[in-house]
């Protein structure tokens, strides 16, 4: 791998081209970059600056949203809140990054009990800044126009496995998705030995939707040699990646592949702060995560045994924490 493919949605090749492209792509890769992808700009850009201005705001302030305990899911994360690595087994410094987050019971609520703890998990309430709706609205906005997206993307991901395009409706109508909001602080001075913006993992669910700016120590996708390969920040696009139960989902046909963010070295005069927001796409958290036929070569079995996406997403996402 010595570059990150880019593909156009809007290709006039139609859309079995498209999905040719992506299928071939998340074979060899599980990263490509998208352009003429339709998502709503208004709400796109609403929410990158809505995000800007929360992570201006003094520290207290911020805090007032912070996640009431380590491994909540959602709410706000202070710099060194998080090690990502953990969720490989990776024991490294804490990630230099601070985040806000958010899940689906900003849309809905359930109408019963929990049945388990993964669905409490998954839909956990979302702690919100005290100081009026303008946030809200703009995150739950952007949430909404990545949901959009994932869900085109999840067609084009069924044409390209050889199946009925709607194959993948039944498992995302009441998707377990979460948005996060990363910031990245200037660089003052060198990291501890290992310490990452983020630090080396794979992404968990179906799907995941980056928009990043064009900063130093930026998004790098670890290749086969084992280098590191930058991502580019292209001009209206997005950047997508399988996670690792889309993987389980193909008998590893498809790849969820290792990245990071790198920790650019300090340079006075030079600023290093770095925004983006990803939208991890997650289906229904009772679905039953099992191989799909068109993955299986005649007489080859499932590699994995069937699981349920919000089971692994919480025990996933739990591994994180840092411990105190």
């Known amino acids: ?86 969720s490989l087994g990776d024991a490294r410094p804490a990630d230099l990054k601070e985040t806000f987050s958010l899940g689906p019971s900003a849309f809905r609520r359930l109408g019963h009990k929990p049945a388990d703890d993964a669905e409490a ?26 949901s959009a997206l994932a869900g085109r993307i999840m067609r084009l991901f069924a044409l390209a496995l050889d199946l009925p395009e709607t194959y993948f409706d039944r498992f995302i109508d009441q998707e377990a998705s979460a948005l996060r909001l990363l910031n990245y602080p200037e660089v003052d001075e060198p990291p501890a030995e290992g310490q990452l913006r983020a630090g080396a993992h794979s992404d968990y669910g179906s799907l995941t939707i980056l928009r990043q700016e064009d900063s130093p120590g930026g998004l790098e996708v670890k290749g086969a040699d084992g280098t590191w390969i930058k991502v580019p920040a292209v001009p209206d696009s997005f950047v997508i990646n399988i996670g690792d139960l889309m993987q389980r989902w193909t008998n590893d046909r498809w790849k969820s592949t290792l990245h990071r963010v790198a920790v650019p070295p300090p340079h006075p005069g030079r600023p290093t702060r770095r925004q983006s927001i990803a939208f991890f796409h997650q289906p229904n958290w009772d679905a039953s995560i099992a191989c799909i036929e068109t993955c299986l070569a005649p007489g080859e079995q499932p590699k994995y045994p069937p699981i349920g996406s919000g089971e692994y997403l919480a025990a996933k996402f739990r591994s994180t924490v840092v411990k105190a």
């Open 1 to 86: 791998m010595s570059a990150i493919p880019l593909i156009d949605l809007s290709d006039p090749g139609g859309k079995h081209a498209v999905a040719a492209a992506i299928g071939q792509t998340c074979t060899d890769t599980g990263f490509f970059l998208v352009t003429g992808h339709g998502a709503d700009s208004e709400a796109i850009e609403r929410g990158w600056n809505a995000a800007r201005a929360f992570f201006d705001r003094p520290l207290a302030e911020k805090l007032a949203a912070a996640m009431p305990y380590p491994g909540y899911p959602y709410g706000y994360s202070p710099v060194k809140g998080e090690t990502l690595a953990a």
């Open 121 to 146: 998990f998954v839909f956990s309430a979302n702690p919100w800044p005290f100081e009026g709706d303008e946030f809200r609205r703009a995150a739950m906005g952007y949430y909404q126009a990545m």
